[in-house]
């Protein structure tokens, strides 16, 4: 019998779930989780600022503008932090998936992922792992709980076939 794994994950969260073919829906396998991805944006643009040396402040009316308007640039950075953060957390999960598969855990792979993460799982995960993937869905359902998370994407699937 297949042993079909089922990956739920945004960029704090990934929730690894096991099909089960006799239509008994989905069983908790494992969650990873990474705090620091959905740090607080507040937190993402104080760092930024503190990396920033040299900028003027907003209030330097005889500065050149481009050194006054530190809010895009600070912008900026968090988005590149956050996404930095989300990257790294992709390939925690993709290394850890590669091991599974290497200790034959699982067969076939689905991925349900937030859309941005789901661009940063594919990079991330090995050749081999690629190819045990059936479907992606990108959709943020990682807060569902395993019972709606089977009716959803099973009952759609079987639906449509």
Not at 5 to 26: M, P, S, Y
Not at 110 to 125: D, H, S
């Amino acid at each position: 019998m297949k042993n079909t794994w089922v990956l739920v994950a945004d960029e704090a969260i990934a929730r690894i779930l096991q099909w089960q073919e006799r239509g008994t829906g989905l069983d908790s396998v494992e969650e990873i989780t990474d705090p620091d991805a959905h740090a607080d944006e507040a937190e993402f643009r104080r760092d930024a600022q503190g990396r920033r040396a040299g900028a003027a402040p907003h209030s330097s009316s005889d500065t050149p503008h481009r050194l006054r308007g530190a809010a895009s640039v600070t912008a900026s950075a968090g988005e590149d932090a956050q996404h930095l953060e989300g990257a790294a957390f992709a390939r925690r999960i993709a290394d850890h998936l590669a091991e599974a598969l290497r200790d034959k855990r699982f067969d076939e792979l689905q991925i349900v992922a937030a859309p941005r993460f789901l661009g940063a799982l594919r990079k991330a995960l090995s050749v081999e792992v690629r190819a045990t993937v059936s479907t992606e869905t990108d959709k943020d359902l990682i807060h569902l709980d395993n019972r709606d998370l089977a009716t959803r994407l099973y009952t759609t699937r079987t639906a449509t076939q």
